[in-house]
């Protein structure tokens, strides 16, 4: 497990993240919000934290689950983006519903998110996603740039400032009461403009149809 950070950094410092309003970038999500024990979950966490300043708090309706970067909206027109879905669709026909744990919280100099136990689980989705945009647009795609490698997690909120991290630490802790939460769809959203404000048309989504995955036993 990485350390704590011992400050938190502005996300979007030196404009960092901005972006023209008309600019679309198209992203694979699990979108969450409608999840009642997650939205919970979240806005219990983000009550801890509601007073510091310099925190920006994922609205509850757009809580989810970054899958794959798939490009520049204006780069993949709307046919593309069927067919994307289409063979997402395909790879995903004989995956049921994940059911994952959201409790563990992790802090990232820029955010504070929910990672996803087991990780291993999401491997499907991930691949079905890297898969489609590879077939449609010739790339397989790009990570959320505040990651190394996919770490899939559902952020609570993003640092708008530089700050001390260890009294937020303390506010929230290292982990929530469970929350576990069945991954059934994969979607595609076009995020306008810049990151924080929000503007998200969903596309289109890709149910998994097939049968549950074996309940996992929880964390170790």
Not at 181 to 206: K, M, R, T
Request: hydrophobic share 40%; charged share 15%.
């Amino acid at each position: 497990m990485s350390p704590l950070p011992e400050r938190f950094m502005a996300r979007w410092r030196d404009g960092r993240g901005g972006a023209d309003p008309g600019y679309g970038l198209l992203w694979w999500h699990v979108l969450l919000g409608s999840d009642p024990q997650l939205r919970g979950a979240a806005r219990v966490a983000q009550s801890r934290i509601s007073a510091f300043p310099g925190l920006h708090m994922t609205p509850l309706r757009w809580l989810h689950l970054t899958v794959l970067i798939a490009g520049p909206a204006d780069q993949i027109a709307e046919p593309a983006r069927t067919e994307m879905l289409a063979t997402a669709r395909s790879s995903l026909s004989g995956t049921g519903p994940i059911t994952i744990e959201l409790s563990r919280i992790f802090y990232h100099p820029e955010a504070i998110v929910l990672a996803a136990h087991p990780a291993e689980a999401l491997n499907p989705i991930r691949e079905a996603a890297r898969q489609a945009t590879q077939k449609v647009t010739g790339h397989s795609g790009s990570d959320d740039r505040s990651s190394p490698e996919w770490t899939p997690h559902v952020t609570l909120c993003y640092s708008t400032s530089d700050q001390q991290a260890q009294p937020i630490i303390a506010a929230l802790g290292k982990e929530l009461p469970s929350c576990q939460v069945a991954i059934d769809n994969l979607s595609l959203v076009v995020q306008y403009g810049a990151e924080w404000l929000w503007n998200w048309s969903p596309v289109g989504a890709v149910s998994l149809p097939g049968p549950p995955s074996p309940h996992w036993p929880g964390p170790a």
